[in-house]
């Protein structure tokens, strides 16, 4: 695997590798990566001739400066899978190499996505979000990128991304990893202590629990029990609602099977996580 850092070095290799018609999957991730990024990469790997994986911790998505600095790094480790996964090139770029002089910020039609959910409670990060990956987009011009459908609502900014600037790009969404305890695998579960964790798995019961009850009881009962699953284990909920999973609007209803998505951010011991399940 080739560990490039620089934007010129990128290049040069990328440059060779069109002339060969290779095509390119792409898998940007902000590193500490486990086997939920690790899938992401394996699926590019089978539908591509070359992989590119980027870890690079974007500023700009983080609203919470304190968020930012406790952010995991273990670069290391991450060079070691993804060397085993198969990945045939790492971007590292430090930040000055992404946000050049000549970086002038894209402006994205998000509509109401933004309004919603992460919108109004993390102000700035899916602008973030967007302008660091409309500059990777363009510096390795992709023909294939991935994202996990465990940030639903991020995976619905970039196809906006997409439509709107990268019509060229396909987009595939892969499906969330879970540990066995069903908590999603995240960068952040780094941070928590092993009763953490446990206290943590109470995220996907709640979800689950949830999509259990549509058969039963009304939407705001099944949410109202799904919370108070939540609180019992002293998981501290931000937000845990029903949508139309189309238009991340909130729904009061139950929809057809494949439109429901319950969406959650809660914190556990200080530490922010979200999930989500689409039934
Ligand atoms: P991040 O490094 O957190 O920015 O994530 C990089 C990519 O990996 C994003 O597209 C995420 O949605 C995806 N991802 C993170 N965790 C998981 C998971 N548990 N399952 C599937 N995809 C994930």
Redesign the pocket.
Known sequence: MKVISTNSELQEVLSQLRKDKNQLGF???????????I??VKKSIDENDTTIVSVFVNPKQFNNAEDFEKYPSTIKSDIELLAKAGCDILFVPESKEIYTNSYAPVSINLGQINDVFEGPLRPGHFDGVVQVVNILFELVQPNHA??????YQ??MVIKALRDQRFPGIKITL?????SASGL????RNKRLSAKGLETAAYIYKALKTVHELKKHIEPEDAIKYGIHILRTHQVEVEYFALANADTLQPSKKWLRSGKNVVLAAVWVEGVRLIDNLVF
Do not use: I, W
């Open positions: 898998v940007p991730t902000m590193g500490a990566l486990h086997e939920g990024h899938n992401l991935y994202f996990g459908l465990k940030d991020q995976c892969c499906p969330t990893v879970r999603a695998l995240s960068s």
